[in-house]
Each structure stands twice: as C-alpha cells, then as structure tokens.
C-alpha cells in the first residue's frame, strides 16, 4: 500500500501558475483558479505580492535580450500579482494548455488567454514551460515551507485509484 503511494506521488508534478497585474486588476483571480481547480488539479501554494522590478527581471531572466523584456518586467512589477503552485499529473504542459498560446489572438476559445485576453502584452497569466522552469520558478516565488503537501478528498475520483 505505501509503495502504492509512493509510486503515485511520483507521478505528482508541481508547477508554478501567476495570474499578472492585469488578471489581479480585471477581477480575474477567482475565474482563473477555477480553471485549475475545476480541472481536478490541487492548489499547494498561493499568495499575492507586488515584485519589485529586480525580482521580475529574475523571473524572466531568459528573456533578457528580448526587446520587450525591459516593459514586461515594469508591468509585471507595477501591481499585486498571485502566485501560485498548482499541483497534478501533467499539470506542466496541461496547464500551458489550460492557459493558451502567449499570444491571445492565437489562442483557442476555451483557453485562459483565448477567453479572458486580447493582447500578448496584457495576457493575464504566466505558467512555467517545463519541469527545470517549473522548479526554478517555484524557488524563485516561494519557500519550501510555503508549499502545503496534503491529500485532498477528490483525489480518488480525479485518479480512479478508489
Ligand atoms: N510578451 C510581450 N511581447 C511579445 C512576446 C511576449 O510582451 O512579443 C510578454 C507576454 O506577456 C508573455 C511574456 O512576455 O507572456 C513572456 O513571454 P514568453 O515567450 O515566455 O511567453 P509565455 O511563456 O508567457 O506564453
């Protein structure tokens, strides 16, 4: 039985889901977590911070030399973003899709961005593109003892291990 829920909990992915400025601004918080959550993935980690402009070139450090990178780190830090880590098998790439292309024009209808957004510059949420990202950003944003590990009541009707 616990090697059961070893290997369960192994398959168990964290990522790291922001809802930007304009998201917090436009009354979108509630609507976006209810796209995680609704899905069956489970919240471990949330707050709401304003970053300052260092902490926002940190987080996109990898975009540096994109012409863009100086606007995107003021508007990342110029209101209360919510930070969150969202938990699940395959929550990574699914919840990129969950989110939709960067740009919003070329988002699907049905995904966050395609819904909810109009412009890559004001696309309302950041999700981490990959497992190295992922834990990077997670890092960056949090501590260890901010992220909660529990079990939640739904987890068997999510995974079908009931
Ligand atoms: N961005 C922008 N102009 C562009 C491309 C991107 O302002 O031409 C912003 C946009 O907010 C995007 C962020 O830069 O979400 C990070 O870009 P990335 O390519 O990493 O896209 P994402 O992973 O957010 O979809």
Redesign the pocket.
């Known amino acids: 039985m616990l090697q059961e829920q070893e290997a369960c909990a192994a398959e168990m992915e964290r990522t790291f889901i922001a809802i930007?400025p304009d998201g917090v601004q436009r009354g979108l918080i509630s609507e976006i977590i209810s796209r995680f959550e609704c899905k069956g993935y489970k919240l471990v980690a949330i707050k709401i911070l304003v970053p300052s402009k260092e902490f926002a070139q940190k987080h996109?450090h990898n975009?540096k030399e994109?012409p863009?990178f100086n606007?995107?780190c003021e508007f990342l830090s110029s209101g209360p973003v919510m930070a969150m880590v969202w938990e699940g098998e395959g929550v990574i790439k699914y919840g990129r899709k969950l989110?939709g292309?960067?740009?919003p024009q070329k988002s699907e209808p049905g995904t966050i961005r395609g819904d909810l957004a109009v412009v890559?510059?004001r696309?309302i949420i950041?999700?981490s593109?990959g497992p190295e990202t992922a834990k990077d950003e997670i890092n960056l944003w949090f501590k260890p003892d901010d992220l909660v590990s529990y079990t939640s009541n739904s987890e068997n009707w999510i995974y079908g291990n009931n």
């Open positions: 930007k996109y975009l994109r863009f606007g995107l989110i292309a960067t740009d890559v510059e696309n950041h999700g593109d």
